[in-house]
């Protein structure tokens, strides 16, 4: 945490004013989750909550952006007022349910100022070390979205009681509690009744975190498998040279860098959104496309990835097992695969310059094939085939960003195994002509050795 919050990973965004600062503060937090997953928990919800209070709330901003954004990691739970930096989570979810935050019945009595007192119970809220939280709760003008802070002005713990902390599959490195709220004391975040619209600011910064945490998660499986094969022999060959070891590991680099670009695309159109309509309307579909996509991969391609290290990968000093674990927890968290399609669906009625904005993105590759199939897919798009249709906006997206950004042996290969009729399902399953080795060669972490 002391090395990231130092280096900005959960503030370069809203800090750095030079052009490309959500680029380069991607960039940075791709790394670091390769290193250590669970920690981008509470640097993905810290980053994500200052859009939200910029937007709904200018003075709570003021009073917590420069503590959000300190590069300082000043652990210990003390007033806002007494620390040098801090960190944000989010409390939605409620027993009843995640998805459906409006089913939220924690109560939000007002008690003049725009304070309120917040009785109820959260079932999952990430990180509750946190200093403070932005929580959904019932207030006489409807859901509305609050600031709570764990500690009081005056030093006193606030009326947030942490009941349990989840025995989760994976993720173990960051807590997740179940939380009950006593009276807690808590700001108002923009007004009664809009704290949906309020938190989806917060909401759609950290689901383009889930794209780029499963991104990183395929890098470093990438890694271990591609350094493994080439190093191990078996049957007499070095299994990196064996054809059908290659098809395997260049599948899983198609799908790593396809996952890579376009979470870095999507980071630029987070630079853009502001000042160019087009980037914020691509944002706006790309991010839930990409959610639904990309998360999906990962654990299938976790597993596959494993599995060319044979027995040793599945022990835990392979670090795979982790990868495994963590690779579904972003699928689900932050608008499950159903969830996220039906937000797709939802862009498509009533946001149609997301989906132009979209298409015209993948026409920049210059492949009418392409546009056609991701056309097709929207004009198809219905609540019971909304994964066909968010997938093939996926693979178009995908494809059309490795014609522009990779050599043609990656697009090329890409777009044969995703959208031709030549591949099977499981990954290794290539159709003919593909240049494996090459492709392989082109991520194979070289320069280490042990
Ligand atoms: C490790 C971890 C950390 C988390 N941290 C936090 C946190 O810090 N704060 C927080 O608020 N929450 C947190 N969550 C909760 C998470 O956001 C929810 O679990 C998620 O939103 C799903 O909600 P749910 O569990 O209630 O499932 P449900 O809403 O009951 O959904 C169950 C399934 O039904 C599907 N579904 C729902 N509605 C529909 C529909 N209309 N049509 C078709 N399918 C549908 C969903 O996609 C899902 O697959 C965390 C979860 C995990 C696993």
Request: aromatic residues 6%.
């Amino acid at each position: 945490m002391r090395l990231s919050v130092s280096h900005g990973l959960h503030s370069l965004s809203w800090t750095e004013t030079r052009p490309g600062a959500h680029v380069a503060r991607a960039t940075l937090f791709y790394l670091a989750a390769q290193v250590e997953a669970g920690h981008g928990c509470p640097l993905s919800m810290t980053h994500a909550a200052v859009p939200a209070l910029r937007a709904s709330s200018p003075e709570l901003a003021a009073e917590w952006e420069p503590l959000l954004t300190s590069r300082e990691y000043d652990f210990g739970l003390r007033p806002a007022v007494e620390k040098r930096g801090a960190l944000c989570g989010m409390a939605m979810t409620e027993r009843q349910g995640g998805s459906d935050v409006r089913a939220n019945t924690t109560t939000a009595r007002p008690l003049g100022g725009g304070e309120y007192a917040l009785d109820g119970a959260k079932w999952f809220c990430s990180a509750p070390m946190c200093d403070a939280f932005l929580v959904l709760a019932q207030a006489p003008g409807g859901l509305s979205c609050f600031l709570l802070p764990r500690v009081l002005p005056d030093g006193t713990r606030n009326g947030f009681h942490i009941q349990r902390l989840k025995d989760k599959l994976g993720d173990r490195s960051n807590a997740s509690g179940e939380i009950e709220l006593e009276s807690a004391w808590a700001s108002l975040v923009g007004e009664e009744g809009r704290g949906v619209r309020t938190i989806v600011e917060m909401v759609v910064h950290t689901r383009f975190d889930c794209v780029l945490g499963t991104a990183a998660a395929m890098r470093q499986a990438v890694e271990q498998a591609t350094h493994h094969a080439a190093h191990r022999s078996a049957f007499g060959a070095v299994l990196a040279d064996r054809p059908l070891m290659q098809s395997v590991l260049a599948d899983l680099c198609l799908e790593s860098e396809a996952a890579t670009v376009t979470a870095l695309r999507l980071a630029r159109a987070y630079d853009r959104r502001g000042s160019d309509p087009r980037e914020a309307a691509f944002a706006r579909i790309a991010t839930a496309v990409a959610k639904y996509w990309v998360c999906k991969r990962g654990p299938g391609h976790a597993a596959e990835a494993l599995e060319c290290l044979g027995g040793n990968g599945y022990v835990e000093e392979s670090g795979l097992p982790r990868v495994y674990r963590q690779q579904p927890l972003q699928s689900i968290w932050e608008g499950s695969g159903n969830v996220v399609c039906l937000d797709v669906l939802r862009a498509l009625a009533r946001e149609p310059e997301s989906l132009e904005a979209l298409l015209d993105e993948i026409r920049l590759a210059g492949d009418p094939d392409l546009t056609a199939a991701a056309e097709r897919a929207a004009a198809e798009a219905d609540e019971t085939r909304a994964r066909v249709a968010v997938e093939r906006l996926a693979l178009a997206l995908q494809a059309s960003l490795l014609v522009r950004h990779a050599p043609p042996a990656v697009a090329d290969a890409f777009r044969a195994a995703r959208l031709g009729s030549d591949a099977g399902h499981a990954y290794g399953a290539l159709p003919a002509g593909v240049d494996a080795a090459g492709i392989v060669e082109r991520h194979r972490p070289t320069g280490i050795s042990y």
